[in-house]
């Protein structure tokens, strides 16, 4: 799953598995709504969400993902990020799993 509301990253996200060789279903979610209906009916292996999206943020994403599946590896990229928001979920996510 990308969660990705530029066209262009979406793009440069969803041909870079194919260049190595890999053969994946990608889903897009651009919107909350979206992507909530993508998570209910597909079952995604990781999910690759940017932190800033118009109604939806990586950190809001997260919680839903982790609720469905605790072990599903969750990326939030972007072109900046602070520390303190990695350590905020870091810490999120260890306390999620015990």
């Known amino acids: ?9 979406a793009e440069l996200l969803q041909g870079r ?7 994946l279903k990608l889903r897009r979610g651009i919107s909350k ?5 993508e998570l209910d ?3 995604s292996d990781l999910t690759i ?14 919680n839903p993902a982790k609720e ?6 969750f990326i939030i990229m972007s072109g900046f990020v602070d520390d303190s928001f990695a350590s ?5 996510n260890e306390i999620k799993r015990t």
Do not use: H, W
């Not at 598995?17 to 053969?23: A, K, M, Q, S």
């Not at 800033?52 to 997260?62: E, N, Q, R, T, V």
């Not at 469905?68 to 590896?73: C, E, I, N």
């Not at 905020?88 to 999120?92: D, G, S």
């Open 68 to 73: 469905k599946d605790p072990y599903l590896p």
């Open 1 to 9: 799953m990308i969660l990705e509301g530029t066209d262009v990253d």
């Open 41 to 43: 009916g597909f079952a």
């Open 33 to 37: 709504a979206t992507y909530l209906d």
């Open 88 to 92: 905020r979920m870091k810490a999120r």
């Open 49 to 62: 969400a940017d932190r800033k999206l118009p109604d939806l943020d990586g950190y809001s994403a997260f």
């Open 17 to 23: 598995p194919r260049e190595t060789g890999l053969n």
